[in-house]
């Protein structure tokens, strides 16, 4: 029996090292600069903001939910072929595609328990503003193009939302080329594994909101937030004045894997 013990630590040890605190994110081809967020996120921000005009990245790593997502990105060769993420390419024709999560695909591959406890958040600036948000797992390999890359030490998941929140606020939902930030903020939001991330999501489903906002906060609600998402959905589905917005409420039951979904649908 102590043999059975040992054996499963060792297990326990060697799974959670993928999973280990990272202090850089996988960059590849890229001007990296790292440092650590000493002023905080939105200070870090502001003037990266300010003194970028040509195509760059900043990036950090934030706290993740335990939906057991793997984000990584269609075009990864590697991916495809069931090895893990492989390379993603951020300057690539494919990245406005979106991240699949391989919990839910089919094939061969790694196996991992739970999603990992962390994710790689990234922001592109250029003419100084953000024009583009993206979310990877820690194990992927990102190829950044030969852009600059600044990477953050030390960044707060709450931090990061109220960064990201203010993206989604200032996003026009109506425009194709506009929401493009908005909505991998709003992504990245729900994928964060802080409260303030739950309390971002029910702000953007009060009924002030543009519709097309309350119908993509519903469905991270129902994929991302548990039984607190699920509880909001409930109110949404009852309360929402836009028909379209009830039909999204629906689909968001559907993606929840909360068991009582089901019998609210």
């Known amino acids: 029996m102590e043999l059975v013990h040992r054996a499963l630590a060792i297990a326990a040890l060697v799974l959670a090292v993928p999973f280990a605190a990272h202090g850089q994110a996988r960059i590849v081809n890229a001007k990296l600069e790292t440092h650590a967020a000493v002023g905080g996120l939105e200070t870090e921000m502001r003037a990266f903001l300010v003194a970028q005009e040509e195509p760059a990245w900043m990036g950090y790593f934030s706290g993740a939910t335990k939906s057991g997502h793997e984000s990584c990105c269609w075009e990864s060769v ?103 930030a908005a909505h991998g903020a709003l992504a990245a939001i729900a994928m964060t594994g802080d409260p303030a991330a739950g309390r971002a999501l029910e702000s953007f489903v009060t009924p002030g909101r543009p519709e097309k906002l309350r119908s993509q906060a519903a469905f991270w609600l129902g994929s991302e937030r548990g039984p607190d998402g699920l509880k909001v959905l409930e109110g949404m589905a009852k309360s929402d004045p836009s028909a379209r917005v009830r039909e999204q409420v629906t689909f968001a039951f559907s993606v929840s894997h909360e068991p009582n979904a089901v019998d609210d649908l």
């Open 78 to 180: 590697a991916d495809q072929e069931g090895y893990g993420c492989g390379r993603c390419a951020l300057e690539s024709d494919h990245r406005s595609r979106p991240e699949s999560s391989l919990s839910e695909r089919s094939g061969g591959g790694t196996a991992r328990l739970e999603g990992s406890p962390e994710m790689v958040v990234l922001l592109r600036v250029a003419n100084h503003r953000v024009g583009e948000v993206r979310t990877f797992s820690p194990d992927c390999e990102i190829d950044a193009g030969g852009l600059r890359v600044v990477w953050l030490e030390g960044v707060k998941p709450a931090e990061s939302v109220a960064v990201l929140e203010r993206i989604v606020n200032a996003g026009d939902f109506d425009d194709n080329q506009e929401r493009q």
